[in-house]
């Protein structure tokens, strides 16, 4: 009975805080928008109980699905989600990998502290730590009077507002969830793998790739999806940072529920971003699976 409550207590969480809301927010996307309040009109109803039901499958349609792809809006927007992504994890990943490993080189006695100053952003509050950077990288910030103190440049460089910022802050929020499942690989890597590759005759630019990175690839890939996948529906950072410019499916998904007041639309919006986000959730996953059954053996 006591393993069956603690397999029972993690799967109530889910089917309370996941599964219900998804089906509230399918139940919605399926109605037909209103000027009510609430702005739609359900389609289902659950006090009729299975009469209403079958009235509800005979009457179902996929209307505002079928809006999103006739409105190149939203499917832009999800290209856009993307690449702003993919492309953030990569940069994300080119700063966090040589902090880890200098984290993992570093003496034992100095870890600690190091680890310490990678957690430390996350004892201020994000938002205040996002709107730090309008400060930094407006054209008036400290960035721009730096640059022109220093003699680099003659005006003010238009950063704040652009796509350029908003890969600033997704990397400056996202870093520590890179760096840490990086380190935690590197720390456990034994050092006289590298000694004896160089005996062998590997000069340490090759040791460093045939492997210290295959050593790493399980923190990459841990890092790559905690990065990847928050990022794709964000929404601060790029309204904040990238200004109107900037068209990502978190903004859209704003956008329709509070001022175009489009329930409907907006769930469908909410639901295709969450079927997109099912698939590098399942990967990331089966790495974890897999990385826990190599650590069993």
Partial sequence: MGRRFVILVPYLWLLALFLVPFLIVLKISLSDPEISIPPYTPTLDWREGWAGFTDFLSQLDFENFVFLTE???????YLSSLQIAATSTILT?????????GMAKAAPEWRPTLLMLVILPFWTSFLIRVYSWIGILANEGYLNQLLISMGLIDSPLMILNTQTAV?????????????????SSLEKMDDSLLEAAEDLGCSRTSAFWLITVPLAKTGIIAGCF???????????????LGGSETLMIGKVLWEEFFNNRDWPVASAVAVILLLILIIPIILFQRNEQKQREEEGL
């Avoid at 990943?93 to 490993?101: E, H, N, Q």
């Avoid at 905690?226 to 904040?240: H, K, M, Q």
């Fill in 71 to 77: 409105d190149d809006l939203y499917w832009k927007a």
């Fill in 93 to 101: 990943l080119l700063v966090g990998f040589p902090i880890a490993y």
């Fill in 167 to 183: 890969y600033i802050g997704i990397v400056y929020t996202y870093l520590p969830f890179m760096v840490l499942p990086i380190y």
């Fill in 226 to 240: 905690l990065v990847f996948i928050p990022t794709l529906g964000e929404f601060v950072i790029p309204s904040l």
